[in-house]
């Protein structure tokens, strides 16, 4: 049984970078997709991005210029940076598992991580 | 704003089947297939439905999801009260070249 784990700081300054690194147990980092989404507070989910093991990446476009992720393979781990945030980056924040073909779905979420933007 | 659209609330009394919809467009729903989510409260989503009408393990077959041009749903027989939860459609979006979400049903079992 997969299992992803979040973990990171749960506050964040504004204008600051939030790092969240994922943990993945019960399985190989390789010959997936892993993903972030976020979800505020009594709202939708959102695709930030996702990362396939060989470093390939897409991004939401909307959040594009501020992402970075990257994998460490050899943890079976990978990460998420988000520059310059602001309250608005509030949210819980999943890592997740793609499965199937490029298109495919998502079967696998951590537990989620909340980050708060706040001085 | 999300992409794809649910009615913000639907409900039934235990027993009942309840139906839930999920409306997008060419780029999303109308070419690619359909997935779905329950979400507990204060827990991460779940895999409901994937691949439009697959049911992963350990999903009871009561519940069910079809699609038909850029509209999909989820249907829920046999409703009990642990199915009070939000559900979320998705699809990848060929425009986005990601996933788009639906802005999810809360489902009350009355």
């Known amino acids: 049984q997969v299992q992803l784990q979040e973990s990171g700081p749960g506050l964040v300054k504004p204008s600051e970078t939030l790092s969240l690194t994922c943990n993945v147990s019960?399985?190989?980092?390789?010959?997936?997709?892993w993903s972030w989404m976020r979800q505020p507070a009594g709202k939708g989910l959102e695709w930030i991005g996702r990362?396939?093991?060989?470093?390939?990446?897409n991004y939401n476009p909307s959040l594009k210029s501020r992402v970075t992720m990257s994998v460490d393979t050899s943890k079976n781990q990978f990460s998420l940076k988000l520059r310059s945030v602001t309250a608005a980056d509030t949210a819980v924040y999943y890592c997740?598992?793609?499965?199937?073909?490029?298109?495919?779905?998502?079967?696998?979420w951590g537990q989620g991580a909340l980050v708060t933007v706040s001085s | 704003q999300s992409v794809l659209t649910q009615p913000p609330s639907a409900s039934g009394t235990p027993g009942q089947r309840v139906t839930i919809s999920c409306s997008g467009s060419?780029?999303?729903?109308?070419?690619?297939?359909v997935n779905w989510y329950q979400q507990l409260p204060g827990t991460a989503p779940k895999l409901l439905i994937y691949?439009?009408?697959q049911r992963p393990s350990g999903v009871p077959d009561r519940f069910s999801g079809s699609k038909s041009g850029t509209s999909a749903s989820l249907a829920i027989s046999g409703l009990q009260s642990e199915d009070e939860a939000d559900y979320y459609c998705?699809?990848?979006?060929?425009?986005?070249?990601?996933?788009?979400f639906g802005g999810g049903t809360k489902l009350t079992v009355l």
């Open positions: 997740a598992r793609f499965s199937g073909t490029y298109t495919g779905y998502i079967d696998y």
């Open positions: 019960g399985g190989s980092i390789s010959n997936y997709y």
């Open positions: 990362i396939y093991a060989s470093g390939t990446t």
């Open positions: 060419s780029s999303n729903i109308g070419s690619n297939t």
């Open positions: 691949r439009n009408n």
């Open positions: 998705a699809a990848w979006d060929d425009s986005l070249n990601g996933p788009v």
